[in-house]
């Protein structure tokens, strides 16, 4: 299994151009997320999704769009990117909502800079 | 609603020193518990996770924690710092899902150095 993987690595965009990031996997997990990674702040939760066609807002959703059409992507789009969208974008996967400690799988990230 | 305070920024540690790095959380609820390790441009590994059959929990790499209700504590230690230990940390909570609601809550992270 190649786990969770994130295309593109690394993306400089110019201020309010639009992009999609990519996330796919292959361990057929329902629950996939997007988090932001900001320095001293921790992970912070931007969109999941508990399964093909079910998508929900976390705590900064504001710019971004996610969908989910399949158990296995789930794309990022950034509709016009702002500087304070600059940032490191993981995706992750769980199984499911049931089991309570079940872990959560990350991508390896991707480097997203606005100028 | 759950949350997470780690309570160092940095730790900066001798190889072959003990690493103890401390996290308290909040929750109303039985809360499930990682701790996960991002080194340099790397994505986030899980190190252990609480799962209530033990309050002593072993990861990998020599990396234990242990579950303390009363204090609302999951520290994590390992006696022996090696070079390869440097990196950031991650306390993460969690309570149990609720319908479709289910989102992790993250500490800030402990960046680690090991001094040669």
């Known amino acids: 299994n190649a786990g969770v993987t994130q295309t593109p690595k690394f993306q400089v965009l110019k201020t309010g151009q639009s992009m999609t990031l990519q996330c796919a996997q292959d361990?057929?997990?329902?629950?996939m997320s997007w988090y932001r990674q900001d320095p001293g702040m921790g992970l912070r939760l931007i969109h999941y999704s508990v399964g093909a066609g079910i998508t929900d807002q976390g705590e900064v959703p504001n710019g971004y769009n996610v969908s989910r059409s399949t158990t296995e992507d789930f794309p990022l789009r950034l509709l016009s990117a702002a500087p304070s969208q600059t940032s490191v974008y993981f995706c992750?996967?769980?199984?499911?909502?049931?089991?309570?400690?079940?872990?959560?799988?990350f991508g390896p990230g991707t480097r997203l800079t606005v100028l | 609603a759950q949350s997470v305070t780690q309570l160092d920024s940095h730790v900066s540690v001798s190889e072959g020193t003990p690493v103890l790095l401390r996290c308290n959380y909040s929750?109303?609820?039985?809360?499930?518990l990682f701790w996960y390790v991002q080194h340099p441009n790397k994505g986030l590994q899980l190190l252990l996770k609480y799962t209530s059959a033990a309050t002593l929990v072993k990861g990998i790499n020599g990396f234990e924690a242990e579950f303390k209700k009363s204090e609302t504590s999951f520290h994590l230690t390992k006696p022996s710092a090696h070079m390869s230990d440097a990196a950031e940390y991650f306390c993460v909570v969690s309570d149990p899902p609720r319908g479709n609601d289910y989102k992790l809550s993250f500490g800030a992270g402990t960046t680690v150095t090991v001094r040669a």
């Open positions: 992750a996967s769980r199984p499911g909502l049931a089991g309570t400690y079940n872990e959560q799988f």
């Open positions: 929750s109303s609820y039985s809360p499930s």
């Open positions: 361990m057929n997990h329902e629950y």
